[in-house]
């Protein structure tokens, strides 16, 4: 069977790959293994999916080239997406941040890409297994399903297959493995928007409390709530840096985000209060009982000594942990790391090396923010080759 592209992995980067360029008139298939379209869309977002957010731009996203992503998001962005959205009735909200979710479920962004593929005659394939890879002047996919085994030609072959997290709902480490096959290098994965497990030492019996914090691992600091849990630390704001985390690094934390804890300490001497008891305002009483030493937080605020608040400030605002990995996989959301932009084209997501192979969405090395981010660019670099393929 002969078409002019072939997609392997039908999820948000290839679904909407598929019916750009089908709407152009390409003929179009696309081949996933799994049985079921959109899990991973149906599960984001809490079952709301946060598809994309009001502003988009390079800053929100990590790579070996952070500059790869600007061509693709330059020429589609958020309201591009919101447009096809919109134009369904699909009811959306905006949240803190941007952030742009379905009021009522993450199965309408996964009726609208089947809506589109469906509309622009793109063919759809489920429940298939995508064996050798074979280049001369076209591909050869084979393939089998509970038919039987085939093959499909095609002129063009766009990998995406995505990441690594949730291998249950069937993400593998095939479109990596093409990658490499093809030559191209991968820059190393890892679990990323991933909750960090802390030593025995630094966990805190403090599971299911939640404050606002700046946290920060080696990259940008992010202002949001950090959760504690039985091993660890989670909430928006870990996740965020966990994807900046290198094993052996530091995390620092700072419970009272915006504020000058010494320079209110030093001049509070007329604060009769006891310091734990001044800061339970602030602050869960557990939380400040675990931080401060016992001795200190009895003392009265206008008695505090220079070096007392100090210590209570560095215990408070300058709080470094040291986790000893991420939560892995199962937990992650998205993967950091991928196929290496530095042979792809950031225009039309096309191998150098291999012509008419193109990589798009999560497999990428291209890892967006919490916020919306991995589905626009899943959307924005299934454009970029869907216009190009
Ligand atoms: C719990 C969770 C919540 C999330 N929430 C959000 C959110 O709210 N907002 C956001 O922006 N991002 C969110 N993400 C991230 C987002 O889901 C992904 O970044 C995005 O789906 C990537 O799109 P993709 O098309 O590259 O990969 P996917 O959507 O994962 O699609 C890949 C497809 O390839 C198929 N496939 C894999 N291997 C093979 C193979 N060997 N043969 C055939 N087919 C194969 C898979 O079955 C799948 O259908 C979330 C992720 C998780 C895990």
């Not at 079921?36 to 990590?62: A, D, H, M, Q, Y």
């Not at 479920?105 to 489920?126: F, M, N, P, T, Y």
């Not at 969405?361 to 393929?389: I, K, M, P, Q, R």
Request: charged share 20%; glycine share 12%; hydrophobic share 45%.
């Amino acid at each position: 069977m002969a078409y002019d592209v072939c997609i392997i992995g039908g999820g948000a980067a290839g679904l909407f790959c598929a019916a750009t360029a089908a709407l152009r008139g390409r003929s179009v298939v696309v081949l996933d293994h799994a049985a079921i379209p959109g899990r991973k869309i149906l599960i984001s977002g809490g079952g709301r999916c946060n598809f994309t957010n009001r502003t988009v731009g390079p800053e929100n996203f990590l790579s070996q080239n952070p500059h790869f992503c600007r061509s693709a998001l330059a020429r589609f962005r958020p309201e591009d997406f919101l447009a096809e959205v919109e134009a369904r009735g699909i009811a959306y909200e905006e949240r803190r941040h941007g952030q742009l979710f379905c009021v009522q479920s993450a199965k309408h962004i996964v009726a609208l890409l089947l809506d589109r593929c469906q509309q622009a005659g793109v063919e759809l394939r489920w429940g298939v297994t995508v064996g050798a890879v074979a280049h001369q002047d076209r591909f050869a996919i084979a393939t089998s399903d509970g038919s039987g085994t085939g093959e499909i030609v095609a002129e063009r072959l766009v990998v995406a297959t995505g990441g690594l997290p949730v291998p249950a709902i069937g993400a593998s480490d095939f479109g990596l493995r093409l990658a490499r096959r093809f030559g191209h290098g991968v820059v190393e994965t890892a679990p990323a928007l991933a909750p960090l497990l802390l030593p025995p030492d630094e966990r805190l019996d403090l599971s299911g409390i939640a404050v606002e914090a700046e946290v920060s691992a080696d990259g940008p600091v992010f202002r949001e709530n950090i959760l504690f849990t039985h091993g660890g630390v989670s909430g928006p704001s870990v996740l965020q840096a966990s994807s900046y985390w290198r094993a052996g690094r530091p995390l620092a934390v700072d419970l009272l985000p915006g504020r000058d804890l010494a320079a209110e300490l030093a001049a509070g001497r007329t604060v009769n209060a006891q310091l734990g008891n001044h800061l339970a305002g602030a602050l869960p009483r557990r939380l400040v009982a675990s931080r401060l030493p016992e001795a200190l937080a009895a003392r009265p605020v206008a008695k505090l000594s220079p070096a007392e608040i100090a210590a209570a400030t560095a215990a408070l605002q300058r709080w470094e942990l040291h986790p000893v990995a991420t939560d892995g996989w199962l937990k992650a959301e998205v993967m950091r790391g991928g196929v290496d932009t530095a042979e792809l084209s950031s225009k039309t997501m096309e191998s150098r090396r291999v012509p008419g192979l193109h990589f798009i969405g999560e497999v990428v090395d291209v890892t967006g923010w919490l916020g919306g981010y991995n589905f626009h660019w899943a959307w924005a670099s299934g454009f970029a080759a869907g216009s190009a393929v």
